[in-house]
């Protein structure tokens, strides 16, 4: 998924008076899943790879009690980890959003390891569907610096870690005055063209 080179962060499925809104870029601002201060997917398994690398090699040199090729061991080892923990451990977690106007409701599911149902609401409560933005300032440049360097140690590159934000957020506004955010994304053409999917989907007008 990506916008830049013209993919979609979403995606979108309709089957007759069914529509399904599934993103991995569901929340913006302080807990987000785009930038959550120092942990994050990518650092959680970079962090996880070291340690039981480290593990390993302890055992290794308990066992034999030479540590001639303990360093590049620990190096191959977290090279081959990285990525299984990144896509096997830490997956991404992705919020699916379904619309059924024959049931009357929208149900929120978030999917990640299983599969669990978040929430439920009324279709006929869902008001209006808006974009707001928000900006996302560098909370800790201190801890931003320690990630970065631990990364570039293990060949790791976090694309934007760091970077100051302003995203573009996709929300439900209810009855109640409550909303439910389903999208969140720095490109605000993708937003803008999810917002129009859905809010032609739900007959809501402008």
Avoid: W
């Amino acid at each position: 998924m990506g916008s830049g080179d013209g993919r979609k962060k979403y995606h979108i499925e309709r089957k007759g008076d069914i529509l399904i809104f599934r993103t991995s870029l569901f929340a913006a601002g302080d807990g987000s899943v785009l930038h959550s201060g120092i942990y994050n997917r990518e650092f959680a398994s970079v962090l996880t790879a070291s340690a039981v690398s480290g593990i390993i090699c302890m055992v290794v040199f308990l066992s034999y009690g030479r540590a001639t090729y303990l360093y590049m061991i620990f190096i191959i080892l977290s090279a081959a980890l990285i990525p299984f923990f990144n896509r096997f451990v830490f997956r991404e977690k992705v919020l699916e959003t379904v619309f059924d106007k024959a049931a009357g409701k929208t149900e929120f599911y978030l999917e990640g390891i299983g599969r669990r149902k978040k929430d439920e609401v009324r279709l006929a409560d869902i008001g209006n569907v808006i974009i707001e933005s928000r900006r996302q300032s560098v909370e800790n440049p201190d801890g931003v610096e320690f990630v970065e360097k631990i990364a570039a140690q293990h060949g790791t590159v976090i694309p934007g870690f760091g970077e100051e934000k302003t995203f573009f957020v996709l929300k439900l506004m209810l009855a109640d005055g409550s909303d439910r955010l389903i999208y969140a994304d720095t490109e605000m053409k993708d937003v803008m063209d999810a917002h129009e999917e859905v809010k032609e989907f739900l007959k809501l007008s402008s």
